[in-house]
């Protein structure tokens, strides 16, 4: 259990920082914008798989206020914010799946239906 709900904001905020420098990393090399590196994406899409597990924590009753862009939404709708936090676990986990493969079909296509998970929860739960 968490001492205080800013921990518990923290944390969530520790795990999503770390998330979105995997993730963006692992953009950059699918659009080229830097060198694609098989053992790298990989290494950071295990990442991205192992801290998609994380934030849910960090969404206690009472951290909606505060140094938050969580919008009070998520504690009226918790079922359905745990369910879109499951959905993406499980793009992350395909996703680590197919960084195991050299099919780079099937990872972009990993790739696009985890930041699909990110954005349709940023867009319901998420301040702009
Ligand atoms: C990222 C990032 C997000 C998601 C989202 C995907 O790299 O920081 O919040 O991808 O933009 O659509």
Redesign the pocket.
């Known amino acids: 259990n968490f001492k205080e709900v800013d921990d518990a904001i923290h944390y969530r905020q520790a795990a999503f920082g770390m998330?979105?420098h995997n993730?963006?990393d692992m953009?950059a090399m699918l659009k080229g914008k830097k060198d694609y590196d098989a053992a790298i994406f990989a290494m950071r899409a295990t990442n991205v798989a192992a801290l998609s597990k994380l934030p849910l924590e960090g969404f206690v009753s009472g951290s909606d206020t505060g140094s938050t862009e969580a919008l009070a939404k998520i504690w009226s709708d918790k079922t359905d914010f745990d369910a879109k936090m499951k959905t993406f676990q499980e793009n992350a986990d395909l996703l680590a799946l197919a960084a195991g493969t050299s099919d780079k079909k099937q990872i972009k296509q990993a790739f696009i239906n985890t930041?699909?998970s990110?954005?349709g929860c940023?867009d319901v739960y998420k301040k702009d």
Do not use: N, S, W
């Open positions: 998330i979105a993730f963006g953009g930041g699909k990110c954005k940023h």
